[in-house]
């Protein structure tokens, strides 16, 4: 359940976004949406990229095309350094990279999120590609952590000139509207 809201609430950003940018409304007339995912588990785990590409073509939004680049355990710097992501999002010409690493709830993880995603976002525009965080969750023993993983995912996003994705906002709505909501 808890990732179906949360894919929920990213395809129909996604998609929302690129159907208000093209100016059109009719599916047919669109290419599909070229959309890098770049990330950890939190992306990987029931292929979250997948679930979004199925909801946007339910909600005959702009179709999705995609490719994943999710290794557990690895922020954006180990993206840039390590796992071929970058080589991923030169490879073809991507319309969206969607970004996403840890709850980044601690100072030094903030830090280290805003300059990577800056860093990201620059390389992407180069290409002509634009840029999206997807603001995740903390674990449940570290709830509490919430709103500094909110406001961490927003600095980085308005930092790099990016779009919000707010998964992570949205599972806090998810739960003041149905406080029992097993997410």
């Known amino acids: 359940m808890r990732h179906a809201v949360l894919a929920a609430v990213l395809a129909l950003a996604v998609t929302g976004a690129a159907a208000a940018q093209s100016g ?17 588990s939190l992306t990987a785990t029931n292929d979250l990229p997948a679930i979004v590409a199925s909801l ?33 999002l030169l490879a073809r010409p991507w319309d969206v990279v969607v970004l996403q690493q840890g709850p980044s709830s601690l100072p030094e993880s903030q830090a280290d999120l805003k300059k990577w995603a800056v860093r990201w976002a620059d390389l992407a525009r180069e290409h002509g590609i634009r840029t999206a965080l997807l603001t ?3 674990e449940e023993a570290r709830s509490y952590a919430f709103p500094a993983v909110v406001q961490s995912y927003r600095a980085a996003a308005v930092a790099a000139r990016g779009t919000l994705l707010p998964a992570g906002s949205a599972w806090l709505a998810a739960w003041r509207r149905a406080p029992r909501l097993a997410l």
């Open 24 to 40: 059109e409304t009719d599916q047919a007339q669109r290419e599909p949406l070229q959309v890098l995912f770049v990330g950890n």
């Open 56 to 88: 946007g073509r339910a909600a005959k939004r702009v179709p999705i095309e995609y490719a994943t680049v999710a290794s557990g355990g690895v922020n954006l710097e180990d993206h840039w350094n390590l796992t071929g992501a970058r080589d991923a």
């Open 136 to 138: 995740v969750w903390p």
